[in-house]
């Protein structure tokens, strides 16, 4: 296909334009093709040139629904039509919805009346010129009793032809109505339930400060930025790991109705740059309708230990985290990992594990130390209590509360101390290679490209345009 190789063309001399960005781009040559794929998809009609020049440009008819302020947000609607057959698999995604249009309106006159304080049907239907007739026929339409229980603040239309009441429909939320349609003496129940239109939105950011601050700086909700952390949060100490200049890229899903953002959902794919290293995530559901996030090439996310055992928000100390380091001249070893963090902060069981230790330890203070599977056992120093559920023996699961971090031992002020140790040796906590959770199995390989690679590709061509944009900068001095 010519239009795929210009497309080609194009990206790689994007790709040799930009002079300094991190590893992954050197990863975009092998996915290429799949972008390519994606951009004719996208730009069916099309010229390559055109192309170029809208890359740094936010399309008209995309600003109307784009809704969070970043400079580098776009919204692109999901549904498009792939030409090539053996890539029609990856349309299928369940998550992926059209919406029906709403029927046409034209000839009925609806009229909108908010519930009131202390209203009732009756209420309602004598301010729209209704009488006791219409009051009774309704209700005994109304089955479920579903105009008894209308609230203050909820919204009844109607539409009134010629003194008849010829339709009223219950708004029950912003997804489902209920309609009464005239019939006779009586009426008819219609329950209309909509779908929301589901768009993916990009977001990318860079970090200056915290994962927090930068996520947010980019439009990213909180809810987004506790997700993007969990995604990654195996592979990264958010607590510790983040430097400056690390940058994020997520794609995930927005539900439209009429036009207007109501709400979101999923985090589709995303990429994290922490320090140089390029981490990046896809969501799969698998046949038996289990949701996790891979890498790319299938192999989990999920690791059976947490990289940190403090939640990153928690951490008082930001890029330079007092931690003794073995490098910069320390002279008694340091074999663990410092967590400055407010006494009282909860401290997390790594691993599922079961509880070996539990007690003053010398200068560790009030520690704990977990046995897990695989001979690793992990220790967490210097509390100030112990969750009282979890004593010598008791069984935890990853994630639980094991105690509180605080400066019982020697220690300057509140920390947690953790260690971890494979077969008795001690391990850097922040770098040990964890084991990790089972991969796609090969059987599925190639249901979980199908239903990914689009994923991944939209959410690279997207750091293509923005390496055009970086591009032309450079070019602009
Ligand atoms: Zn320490």
Redesign the pocket.
């Given at each position: 296909m010519q239009f795929t190789n210009q497309v080609f063309t194009l990206s790689k001399q994007l790709f040799k334009k930009a002079k300094s960005f991190p590893k992954v781009h050197l990863a975009l040559a092998g996915t290429l093709t799949a972008v390519s794929v994606f951009v004719a998809a996208m730009l069916p009609s099309q010229d390559v040139e055109a192309t170029r020049n809208q890359v740094q440009l936010i399309k008209p008819a995309e600003t109307a629904a784009t809704v969070a302020p970043a400079a580098r947000v776009e919204t692109v609607e999901k549904v498009v039509k792939l030409p090539a057959v053996d890539t029609q698999e990856a349309l299928s995604t369940p998550d992926l919805v059209s919406v029906p249009d709403t029927p046409a309106e034209q000839a009925i006159n609806w009229q909108e009346f908010k519930v009131r304080s202390g209203d009732n049907l009756t209420k309602i239907f004598k301010r729209a010129g209704l009488n006791a007739r219409d009051v009774y026929q309704v209700s005994q339409s109304d089955k479920e009793k579903l105009l008894t229980r209308i609230r203050p603040g909820q919204i009844l239309e109607l539409a009134i032809n010629a003194g008849e009441l010829e339709r009223l429909r219950l708004v029950k939320n912003k997804l489902e109505s209920v309609e009464f349609i005239h019939n006779g003496d009586s009426y008819d129940l219609n329950t209309i339930e909509r779908t929301p239109e589901i768009k993916t939105h990009f977001v990318s950011g860079d970090i200056q400060n915290s994962l927090y601050l930068g996520a947010q700086r980019a439009g990213l909700s909180d809810k987004k930025i506790m997700e993007l952390a969990q995604i990654f949060g195996w592979d990264i100490d958010f607590a510790l790991d983040i430097r400056k200049g690390d940058q994020f890229r997520v794609l995930y899903e927005e539900k439209y109705l009429d036009g207007k953002k109501i709400g979101e959902g999923n985090i589709l794919a995303a990429e994290f740059t922490n320090n140089g290293d390029t981490f990046a995530a896809v969501r799969y559901t698998d046949s038996t309708g289990d949701t996790n996030y891979f890498t790319p090439d299938g192999r989990s996310m999920r690791k059976a230990f947490l990289r940190s055992p403090v939640d990153f928000r928690r951490i008082s100390s930001g890029f330079k985290p007092q931690?003794?380091h073995p490098v910069l001249g320390i002279k008694r070893p340091?074999?663990?990992?410092?967590y400055a963090a407010k006494t009282g902060t909860p401290i997390k069981a790594s691993g599922d594990g079961k509880v070996i230790w539990r007690g003053t330890k010398g200068g560790y203070g009030r520690t704990v130390i977990l046995q897990h599977g695989g001979n690793i056992t992990t220790l967490y120093?210097?509390m100030s209590k112990y969750n009282s559920k979890v004593t010598s023996g008791t069984r935890v699961k990853q994630g639980q509360t094991i105690g509180y971090v605080g400066m019982s031992g020697t220690?300057t002020g509140p920390?947690?101390?953790?260690?971890f140790r494979v077969n008795g040796v001690h391990k850097n906590p922040m770098t040990v290679k964890l084991p990790v959770a089972q991969p796609i199995p090969k059987k599925q390989l190639a249901r979980f490209k199908a239903q990914t690679s689009q994923l991944v590709a939209e959410l690279q061509m997207k750091a293509i345009e923005q390496l055009a944009e970086i591009g032309s900068d450079n070019n602009n001095g």
């Open positions: 931690r003794h340091h074999r663990g990992t410092d120093a210097h220690a920390h947690l101390h953790y260690e």
